[in-house]
């Protein structure tokens, strides 16, 4: 009598179920098992915490930097050597001097800067767009694939118009809630960066403003304009550019990103 086949012997296989497809596949077990829109919600703040870790260490780092560059942008230094008199202006504390005004609040904000704005920016596109019932700005392997063809068809003019105002209202709305959300959460420590924690502190207490005010900080209209153009150009018109007017044959992910690059 002859020894049963190799696959017998090796015990029960898994069962296996027929996709809608036709492709036979291997049941999955319950605990792996999620919706795409799931994973891909837990992929983006996978993504974003390290995004935020990496760029709060980042730019813990650069603090020196950071500050020859407000200085050389400041009423302090003037004349001659005003690269030189920055860098003494840095210092002049010692070493740590650039790391002393960096507090909790900046660790926090920098965090939030690096983690928040991309996911803010897809928080409100796709919620804006859902309620409006228009398409959100294209991600990731959507920008690889063609461009959409253009229709011939002529007679829904008006429900084009609707759409069209539907979407810019969109697209003029979703940057500037990620940006304000954004800077309500950074601004405030980036002013307590540029004056020290003691100073910023005396300026709060002289000002005297009330809690909501104290929250937003100065300047806090223009640090909003900053981060509503660097969404603008991040998250808009970079995708939307190389989506549309991007050799399709040279589209990669190298490509996209000094593509990115040059465009911000």
Known sequence: ???????????????????????????????STMSAELEASILVAYRSAGLGMFGAVMRLAGMPLEKVALFMNSSQVSGKNQFAQSIKLTFQGGPLAPFRVVGPASMVAWF????????AFQFFDHALSKSLGVAPVWYGEELMEP??????????????ASYRAKTVAKTILAPVLAGSL??????????????????????????????????????FA?????????????????PITYKLYFPQEKKSPGSLFWYGMGMN
Request: glycine share 6%.
């Open 1 to 31: 009598m002859s020894s049963p086949p190799e696959e017998e012997r090796e015990g029960p296989t898994k069962p296996q179920e027929e996709a809608p497809d036709g492709v036979i596949t291997e049941a999955t077990s319950p605990h």
């Open 112 to 119: 939030m800067q690096y983690s928040v704005m991309g996911l």
């Open 147 to 160: 461009p959409p063809q253009k229709r011939e068809d002529t007679s829904s003019e008006l429900v084009d």
């Open 182 to 219: 954004e800077s309500l959460v950074a601004n405030r420590a980036e002013v307590q960066r540029y004056f020290g924690p003691p100073k910023f502190s005396a300026i709060e207490g002289k000002l005297g403003w009330n809690p909501i005010a104290r929250l937003f900080a100065p300047a």
């Open 222 to 238: 223009s640090n909003a304009m900053r981060n509503v153009i660097m969404c603008n150009t991040s998250f808009i018109v970079t």
